[in-house]
Nanobody, 122 residues
Framework: QVQLVESGGGLVQAGGSLRLSCAAS????????MAWFRQAPGKEREFVSA????????TYAESVKGRFTISRDNAKNTVYLQMNSLTTEDTAVYYC???????????????WGQGTQVTVSS
């Protein structure tokens, strides 16, 4: 089992930045690829970004490419999502997820955090 706890969400004005963190426990963190997904009200959960176990490989949704950066610190068992140039379209609950291999679909991940709310005001 892997336990994931997100933090860092909040209210920010359009154009601002936030940094989300996801702390993992329970298993060897560096064995797992990590990802961020988000879900806005009335919408399906969508892929945001993923990072390989080593941090060498990353992938992003087109909607966040160039604005968001995913990173991880295996010594701290934590994955981060730096979000810049936020728009109201980024408003959602953000979830981190873990599994042995990278993927861009929710079904690719067995372990999930509880989510953290990000609200971007205009």
């Amino acid at each position: 089992q892997v336990q994931l706890v997100e933090s860092g969400g909040g209210l920010v004005q359009a154009g601002g930045s936030l940094r989300l963190s996801c702390a993992a426990s329970g298993r060897t963190f560096s064995d797992y690829a990590m990802a961020w997904f988000r879900q806005a009200p009335g919408k399906e959960r969508e892929f945001v970004s993923a990072i390989s176990w080593s941090g060498r490989y990353t992938t992003y949704a087109e909607s966040v490419k160039g604005r968001f950066t995913i990173s991880r610190d295996n010594a701290k068992n934590t994955v981060y999502l730096q979000m810049n140039s936020l728009t109201t379209e980024d408003t959602a609950v953000y979830y981190c997820a873990a599994d042995r291999t990278m993927g861009s679909r929710p079904t690719s991940y067995a372990y999930w955090g509880q989510g953290t709310q990000v609200t971007v005001s205009s």
